[in-house]
């Protein structure tokens, strides 16, 4: 029967042409407008690593004092440790994988390349990142070929690098990297694992300049990076001016490292915070702290709530997106309810004929459906242009942002956006449908 | 086949009751073309509506092909009127978008009725009425004698036990109106159960029993001819 009411839907449709055209486009306006709020919106409160948002950790200690903590920040706790706290943390090794690490930034040289390999003669800048080999399996970072770097060449600084899928095919066009020599900053690095295409939203495990910016190109180890003196790229916040040079920098409480720890439970997440606390007080009786100790551990989805990954502003866009869309379907509402009105005599008939109330529901509603869909999909093609104008009004002032990650309609978005016209346009049509079912078909016959 | 017994129905609004039917008793047989007539606003078509389980009534008893259907519900309303009733308007009311095929199918849709059996019913019914030619017509491409005859084959297509027809010449010409009252009159003598709502004497007179209403009361006609010296007639309108 379904069939049948879809084909009457289709019929009825092309009835009025004029009346069907402008309820698809006000369904069509009003889903482009909330659905181009809503795909950003999704992307930035996106779980990045939903199998395992309940067992990564920051941990955060409060290594300042409450005197430091003013205006916005509030309340907050810094969230990155210093180099000493990070590396205490590290020694300790107390959950499961742990990792420090820092954004950097080096110069590329394709001819540092294997010889005849290399596709470019001018250097670039690339992004990248200094990591315990733990970062790869607690982020889940897929490989293309190769792997991570191992525990020995995290201990000794080995010259040893990963690539992102990117750089891999652009230094090394049309060959595999693995085991290729790959130079940065002048230096050779042996290339040990090439990345397949890897780009978690938002960029939770550095949230410190942005939560979508660009991923990173390189990976390389931590303690080879520090030996290196390679700076950070990222945020580095002091307290007070550290001593000059690297010594100083690494023997300050300047916070410019990003900590995660994996915790497989509840009870090894109690027992880390306990550790932490312990940490904390012995620092205070060290005569490092002069305050009441005060630590924090947070999940990703906690420490995404605290970074304010989603802004207020887009949470202000997204509902006013929905605003219009509840204006676009009260119009739908009207037109439905004119439409409608016009057929009451069919409707009538067919209920003289047999049809129950739940015959004409299913058929007036089919109808709605058919209308929602068709408005869904003109919906989606101003989504399309909408999320184009979000990125060509953007990309001016919005430089180290993943663009394309925060504006692409994805299959699952394209999925939601017809889901949502057709759900919003049956809700819409409840009313107009419930008066058609409710015409006494001896009125309408009588008025025949 | 259908029996009222002291039915009512009265029109509420805040200031006023209107009784279209009052203490309205009729009892169509099996097999027998009735006639109700009556002039207008007297009630025939409230009856009508009422008799095919399209409006409520307000009191009295109501009983089609021996079920009583006081107090059922929409769907069991529906139901019967599917199977039971068919229905014969004066303004045709074939649906617009539909060719005459896919409208002769409209009840049958609503019984459920598989495919092949649907198209047999509905190819017997346009024959038996000759229209078969005319199948994939629409309604604004027929006469009006045709579109009635399209209405007819609508309400034989369901095999149902009683016809009810309002006004059924009303919008055709004479001509045409002849037609449509030979093909009752075949369906009659086949057998079918008929209720015809008309003002024209002439079409009553054709019927095998004329049933007057007047200020939503039957008036007993036989009871008029008694008092001019007729036998005394049995019991029931």
Known sequence: MMGYYIRLAIRGLRRNVALTALMIVAVGVGIGASMTMLTTLRAMSADPIPDKDSKLFVPQIDTWGPDSRHGEQDDRLQDQLSYGDAMALMRAHRGARQTAMYAVSMDVSPEGAAAGTATSAKPFQASGRAAYNDFFSMFEVPFRSGGPWGAVDDEHGANVVVLSGRLADRVFPGTDAVGKTISLDGRDYRVVGVLKPWSPLPHYYDLTQSAFTAMEDFYLPFAMAIDRHLESYGNNNCRAAPSPGWEGRLNSDCVWLQFWVELPGAAAARDYRAFLANYAAQQRLSGRFHWTDRVELHDVREWMVQNKVVSDEVKVNTMIGAGVLAVCLINAIGLMLAKLASRAADLGIRRALGGSRRDIFLQCMSETAVVGLLGGVLGLVLTAVGLAANRALLAPVAKHISLDSLTRLDTGMVGITLAVAIFSTLCAGLYPTWRATSVQPAWQLKAG | ?237
């Open chain 2, 1 to 237: 086949m259908l029996k009222m017994i002291h039915l009512s129905k009265v029109y509420r609004t805040e200031v006023v009751e209107t009784y279209a039917l009052r203490d309205f008793s009729i009892h169509v047989k099996e097999g027998e073309f009735v006639a109700v007539t009556g002039p207008s606003g007297s009630g025939k078509t409230t009856f009508l509506t009422i008799a095919g389980l399209l409006e409520e009534f307000t009191g009295g008893q109501y009983q089609l092909d021996g079920a009583d259907v006081h107090g059922l519900n929409d769907n069991q309303r529906s139901r019967l009127r599917n199977q039971k009733i068919g229905f014969i308007f004066q303004s045709f009311n074939l649906i617009p978008d539909l060719n005459v095929f896919d409208n002769v199918d409209v009840p049958l849709r609503y019984r459920r009725l598989p495919g092949a059996e649907r198209r047999k019913r509905i190819n017997e019914s346009l024959e038996r009425v000759g229209l078969s030619a005319r199948a994939k017509h629409y309604p604004a491409e027929l006469s009006g004698g045709q579109q009635q005859r399209v209405a007819i084959a609508r309400a034989l297509a369901g095999s149902p036990r009683l016809l009810l027809a309002d006004e059924p010449t009303g919008n055709l010409d004479s001509q045409m109106a002849r037609g449509v009252m030979q093909l009752l009159e075949e369906l009659h003598r086949d057998g079918a159960t008929i209720v015809m709502v008309t003002h024209d004497p002439e079409l009553a007179a054709r019927a095998q029993r004329e049933v007057r209403i007047v200020d939503g009361q039957v008036i007993d006609l036989a009871a008029q001819t008694r008092l001019v010296g007729e036998p005394q007639p049995r019991p029931g309108v």
